[in-house]
């Protein structure tokens, strides 16, 4: 049974920091990327980073760049999102997915699959960012 389970939403003021964790199960982690996406109320589902559990790629959105960080232990088949200098606007339930093949090039650079191409989903997890 394929199993993504996040963690590690939570409340926290403008500025503070959070760590996302997506638990992956029930496939091989090493053929996939896992991703974060987020969806605030009343927006579309957006890709926020995924790295390449193949080959190590990332991918970040441009507002996220030099504060997210995202990271995966392939030994544990976890993978993780560091989120620093956190906004109101980053407020959203955040998902994890897995999508193969991972990453794609777009031509000029790697970029994750949209969402309607993952392939798995995990529960989401509520992160608030007050001001």
């Known amino acids: 049974e394929v199993q993504l389970q996040a963690s590690g939403g939570g409340l926290v003021q403008a500025g503070g920091s959070l760590r996302l964790s997506c638990a992956a199960s029930g496939f091989t982690f090493d053929d996939y990327a896992i991703g974060w996406f987020r969806q605030a109320p009343g927006k579309e589902r957006e890709g926020v980073s995924c790295?390449?559990?193949?080959?190590?790629?990332?991918y970040y959105l441009d507002s996220m760049k030099g504060r997210f960080t995202i990271s995966s232990d392939n030994a544990k088949d976890t993978v993780t999102l560091q989120m620093n200098s956190l906004k109101p606007e980053d407020t959203a339930v955040y998902y994890c997915?897995?999508?193969?093949?991972?990453?794609?090039?777009?031509?000029?650079?790697?970029?994750?699959?949209?969402?309607?191409?993952?392939?798995?989903w995990g529960q989401g997890t509520q992160v608030t960012v007050s001001s």
């Open positions: 790295i390449s559990n193949r080959d190590g790629r990332t």
């Open positions: 997915a897995a999508s193969t093949p991972p990453l794609y090039y777009s031509g000029s650079d790697y970029v994750c699959l949209p969402p309607r191409l993952q392939n798995y």
